[in-house]
């Protein structure tokens, strides 16, 4: 259900579409410091092709938008 609400599709046509999905990206550092997580709020960027078996991603981008905590772990 979380994927369904955090990605919509764009733009979808016979052989192509395009969709839109939000992340959240939790990196920890298991260590003795204070500051050993960083979190990436953000979205990627699919490109989708059709083949005999489905749809399959043709190419991605990710874009961030915030990062919080300690972004040198």
Same mark, same amino acid.
């Not at 298991?30 to 709020?41: G, L, P, T, Y």
């Given at each position: ?16 579409? @395009? ?9 920890? @550092? ?44």
């Amino acid at each position: 259900m979380l994927c369904e609400r955090a990605c919509r599709p764009r733009a979808v046509d016979v052989d192509t579409a @395009l969709a839109t999905c939000s992340f959240l990206a939790m990196h920890v @550092l298991h260590n003795d410091r204070v500051s050993n997580r960083f979190d990436v709020v953000g979205f990627y960027d699919f490109e989708l092709v059709r083949e005999q078996a489905g749809r399959r991603v043709h190419k991605f981008t990710a874009t961030k938008d915030h990062g919080f905590g300690n972004p040198n772990i």
